[in-house]
C-alpha cells in the first residue's frame, strides 16, 4: 500500500539517479545550445523555460518516462528554441513573431496614450522607470520605450544620439 509520507527506498533511489542524470543533460544541453538559450527572457524564451521545467519534473517524477525519453523531450525543447533563435537572426518576420517589437511609450515628454493602453502600462509604471534612471520628471526624457523582455528603457533628453536610438521601436499614432 502506497503512503502519501514514503513509498519506499526504491522510488527514492530512482528520483536520486534519474535527477542527476536529468540535470546533467539538461545542463550538457543548454551549453551546447550556446549562451542566446540562456540570455535574458522574452515571452517565448520564458515560454522554452518553463516547458524545460516541467519536463524536468516529469521526468524524475513519472515513472513512466524513461531518462532516453525525457533526454529526448529536453533535447528537442532546446534545438527548436535554438532554431527559433537562429531564424530570428536572419529572418526579420521571424524575430516580430517570436519576439515582437519594442513599443515607445513616451516622447519628448509627451506620454503616447494608445500605445500606454495597447501595452497596458499605466502613467505611474513610465514615471517610476524615468525616476529608476535618475530623472526628476517626465519632461526630462526624451523617451520610454517598453522593450520586447518586458522592461522599460529611458533615453535621457540632450543625448546627442536620442532619435538615432529609436530605430526599429514602433510608435503608434495618439
Request: proline share 1%; hydrophobic share 50%.
Amino acid at each position: 500500500m502506497d503512503s502519501i509520507f514514503f513509498n519506499g527506498w526504491e522510488n527514492l533511489f530512482r528520483t536520486l539517479i534519474i535527477g542527476l542524470l536529468a540535470y546533467g543533460v539538461l545542463v550538457l544541453f543548454l551549453r551546447l545550445s550556446g549562451n542566446r538559450t540562456l540570455s535574458k527572457m522574452n515571452a517565448f524564451d520564458l515560454i522554452v523555460t518553463v516547458a524545460l521545467g516541467s519536463t524536468l519534473a516529469t521526468i524524475l517524477l513519472s515513472k513512466d518516462v524513461a531518462l532516453a525519453e525525457g533526454a529526448l523531450a529536453l533535447g528537442l525543447l532546446i534545438f527548436l528554441q535554438f532554431a527559433i533563435t537562429w531564424l530570428s537572426v536572419r529572418k526579420r518576420w521571424v524575430k516580430r513573431l517570436v519576439t515582437g517589437e519594442p513599443l515607445m511609450l513616451l516622447y519628448r515628454g509627451e506620454f503616447l496614450t494608445k500605445a500606454l493602453r495597447e501595452a497596458r502600462v499605466t502613467h505611474d509604471e513610465v514615471r517610476a522607470a524615468i525616476r529608476s534612471n535618475g530623472l526628476g520628471c517626465v519632461s526630462e526624457a526624451h523617451a520610454v520605450i517598453l522593450e520586447t523582455d518586458g522592461s522599460l528603457s529611458v533615453v535621457k533628453k540632450g543625448d546627442s544620439r536620442a532619435d538615432s536610438s529609436l530605430e526599429g521601436v514602433r510608435q503608434l499614432d495618439r
